[in-house]
C-alpha cells in the first residue's frame, strides 16, 4: 500500500507526473492538490483502468482543509508546485514566489504526514529545499534522510548530452551530478562516473558538455518562448526518481542516485562530505546533491567516494559552486528564520 501525494498536480509538469504515477502498479492511492483545475485533471486520470485509486483536492475545499485532506496518510509527497521561468529569469527569481507556497506546503506536510518521504521539484530547488528543513525544524518533524531536492533532470541530461556528444546510446550511461541545481552549482562528475566516453573528448568538447549541462534548463525555456519550463522531461526525471523508493523494497541492492539533500550529521556520510566540502572550498555548506544509496525509508548512505574521486577539472567547478550555493542555501534559510 503506497499513498503519493502530488502537490501541484495540475501544472505542467504535475499533469504527466500524475498520469505516469496512475500507471505505476506500486501505488495505490493517487492524492492530487492544487490550487486551481485539479477536479479536472482528476476526474480525466480517474477513467483510467489502472488500481491506483485517485482523490483530488483544491485548497479551498472544506473551508480550505484541501491540503490536509490531499496530504491524510501519504507515503511520498512529490512537489512541483509553483510558478515556472520566463526567457532572460533566473530560477532565484522564482524564490519570491515560489518561497511561500513552499513553506506553506511544507507545513502541511509537517503537521498531518511528518514520516512522508518529501521530494520537492519548485525552484529554485537549492533555497526551497532548505526552506522545507527550517519549517519540519520548527515542527520537530525534520528528517534528513527523508527530504529530497530532485535533480534528477540533471542526471538525465548529462547521460543524454554525453551520449550526443560520442555518438553513443543515452541509456549506456549512469552519470552522477553533485552540487546544486541551478547553472555552475551544477556539476557532471564525467571523470568517475561516464570515463570512457569522456576521455575521447577533446577540452573544448569536454568544456561545452559540461556548460550545456549547467544550463540545459535554459535551452527548454528559450524554446518554450515564455510558455514555460521543462515539464515532460522534468516529469519523467521526477517518476524515476520517485520510482526508486517504490521499487527499494523488492531490490537486494540499494540504488544509487543523485538527489539534492541536508550534510546533517544524521544523515550517513554527510559529514565526511561537509569535511571534505569545506577542506576544498572554505564553505560550511549544509546542502549539496550528492550520489545516495536510497530504500524505502530515503537516505541509506552517501556515496563519499565518489566524490573524492573527481579529477582536478571537477574540483575546480565545486569550487565555484560553492559560493552560490551557499548564498542560496542561506535564503531559504533566513526566508523561514527572518535573519
Ligand atoms: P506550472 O505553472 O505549469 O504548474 C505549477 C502548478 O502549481 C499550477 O497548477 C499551479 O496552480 C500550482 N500551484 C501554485 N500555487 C500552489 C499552491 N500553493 N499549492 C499547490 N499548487 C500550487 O509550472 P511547471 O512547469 O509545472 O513548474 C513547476 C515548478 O517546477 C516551477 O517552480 C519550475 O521552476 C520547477 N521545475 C523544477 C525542475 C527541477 O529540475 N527541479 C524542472 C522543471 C521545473
Ligand atoms: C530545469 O532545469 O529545466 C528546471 O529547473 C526549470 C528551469 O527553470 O530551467
Known amino acids: 500500500m503506497t499513498k ?5 498536480a495540475a501544472g505542467g509538469i504535475g499533469q504527466p507526473l500524475s498520469l505516469l504515477l ?9 492524492s492530487l492538490f492544487d490550487v486551481v483545475n485539479v477536479p479536472g485533471v482528476g476526474a480525466d486520470l480517474s477513467h483510467i483502468n489502472t488500481d491506483a485509486k485517485v482523490s483530488y483536492h483544491l485548497k479551498s475545499d472544506n473551508n480550505g482543509t484541501g491540503l490536509q485532506s490531499a496530504l491524510q496518510g501519504a507515503d511520498i509527497v512529490i512537489i512541483p508546485a509553483g510558478v515556472p521561468r520566463k526567457p532572460g529569469m533566473t530560477r532565484d527569481d522564482l524564490f519570491k514566489i515560489n518561497g511561500g507556497i513552499c513553506a506553506d506546503l511544507a507545513t502541511g506536510i509537517a503537521t498531518t504526514c511528518p514520516d512522508a518521504l518529501v521530494l520537492v521539484i519548485s525552484n529554485p530547488v537549492n ?6 528543513a527550517e519549517v519540519f525544524k520548527k515542527h520537530g518533524s525534520f528528517n534528513a534522510n527523508k527530504l529530497f531536492g530532485v535533480t534528477w533532470l ?12 560520442t555518438a553513443s546510446y543515452p541509456t549506456s550511461f549512469k552519470v552522477k551530478v553533485v552540487g546544486g541545481h541551478s547553472g555552475d552549482t551544477i556539476v557532471p562528475l564525467y571523470s568517475v562516473t561516464a570515463a570512457d566516453a569522456y576521455a575521447k573528448l577533446s577540452n573544448e568538447e569536454e568544456s561545452a558538455l559540461i556548460h550545456r549541462v549547467q544550463f540545459g534548463g535554459d535551452e527548454v525555456v528559450q524554446a518554450k518562448q515564455g510558455a514555460g519550463s521543462a515539464t515532460l522531461s522534468m516529469a519523467y526525471a521526477g517518476y524515476r526518481f520517485l520510482k526508486t523508493f517504490l521499487n527499494a523494497k523488492d531490490l537486494e541492492e540499494p540504488i544509487v542516485e543523485s ?8 544523515v550517513k556520510g554527510a559529514k565526511e562530505t561537509k569535511a571534505y566540502l569545506k577542506e576544498l572550498t572554505g564553505e560550511d555548506i549544509e546542502f549539496f546533491a550528492m550520489p545516495c544509496k536510497l530504500g524505502s525509508n530515503g537516505v541509506e548512505s552517501i556515496e563519499f567516494d565518489l566524490l573524492k574521486a573527481a579529477n582536478d577539472k571537477e574540483r575546480q567547478l565545486i569550487n565555484v559552486c560553492a559560493n552560490t550555493l ?4 542561506n535564503k531559504g534559510v533566513s526566508f523561514i528564520r527572518g535573519n
Open 154 to 165: 540533471d542526471t538525465v541530461r548529462a547521460n543524454t548530452f554525453i551520449a550526443q556528444a
Open 259 to 266: 538527489c539534492y539533500i541536508s550534510l546533517d550529521e544524521s
Open 326 to 329: 551557499t548564498g542560496n542555501i
Open 22 to 30: 496512475k500507471l505505476d502498479k506500486a501505488v495505490t492511492d493517487l
Open 127 to 132: 533555497s526551497t529545499v532548505p526552506i522545507f
Open 4 to 8: 503519493v501525494a502530488v502537490l501541484g
